[in-house]
């Protein structure tokens, strides 16, 4: 108990710390940049490579999976730099000025991750479980759409803390900053429905992406009891089924890994 105070405590303070400590290293924060940037790189190389073996014919899902790259990209390009600058000149993120642009970047790229991984999600679901409901309404187009709508409504969302609806604060060591987890103070009493709200989207995500994903498993386990207990016919349609199959599973797997790397980053905050 007495180490959580201390803490707690330690955590409190470093709001208004505007000086980092000696012995405070950008080690960790170079590496996870560079992997990041460097990640992230190979897998557009890959992407593309993949685009012009298929000569042009991309799917939804491709679409999806090379935004979410983007995003992530992107993301790590606008947040982590601020983190070297912080270190490199020994400032805290409120002596640079800087708090308010971190925590909203940080929310907002953390929340349209997690929204583009649920349309991935999402758009498995529906090819695999509901296939005459893909193939009637479900468009390459929606694609396109989905980035703007998922961007117009984080950027909402994550602006209400700049309007008074929530706060961003600096956490240890002064070198990030979030939301204020404890609560907003107004009026003599803490209020922390902005918190709140960010968590329980971040819990509705993540449940919604492992729904999408058990029906994905149960509809490909269905597809297979289907080709175990039909007659062999056309050898043609037999090896297409087997292509397909092989495909949906390689696209579970990558939507599986990606889950579970999102919910153990998502999970603490949420």
Avoid at 110 to 138: C, D, H, N, Q, W
Wanted: aromatic fraction near 12%; charge should be positive; glycine fraction near 6%.
């Amino acid at each position: 108990m007495m180490d959580t105070n201390k803490s707690d405590t330690s955590n409190h303070n470093c709001v208004s710390t505007t000086h980092l400590g000696n012995l405070e290293s950008p080690a960790i924060s170079a590496v996870m940049f560079s992997a990041g940037v460097l990640g992230n790189l190979i897998a557009l190389v890959l992407l593309e490579r993949r685009r012009r073996g298929n000569r042009g014919n991309i799917s939804l899902f491709f679409i999806l999976v090379t935004g979410l790259v983007i995003t992530d990209l992107v993301g790590t390009c606008m947040i982590s730099p601020v983190v070297l600058v912080s270190y490199a000149k020994r400032r805290t993120l409120i002596n640079l000025n800087l708090c308010n642009y971190f925590a909203f970047a940080m929310t907002f790229f953390s929340l349209a991750t997690m929204m583009v991984l649920f349309a991935m999600a999402l758009e498995r679901a529906l090819a695999i479980g509901y296939p005459y409901f893909y193939e009637k309404f479900i468009k390459k187009r929606c694609g396109i759409i989905t980035f703007p709508v998922i961007y117009s409504f984080c950027i909402v969302f994550c602006l209400f803390p700049l309007i008074g609806f929530g706060e961003f604060i600096q956490y240890c060591p002064g070198t990030w900053c979030f939301i204020n987890m404890r609560g907003q103070k107004k009026d003599g009493y803490i209020s922390n429905v902005y918190s709140m709200l960010y968590a329980t989207l971040l819990l509705i995500l993540i449940i919604a992406v492992l729904t999408c994903n058990l029906i994905v498993i149960v509809s490909l386990i269905r597809m297979h009891k289907r080709q175990k207990s039909r007659r062999i016919g056309s050898l043609m349609n037999s090896k297409q089924e087997r292509i397909s199959m092989s495909e949906e599973i390689d696209h579970l797997i990558l939507l599986s890994i990606m889950t579970i790397a999102f919910i153990v980053c998502s999970v603490p905050f949420t």
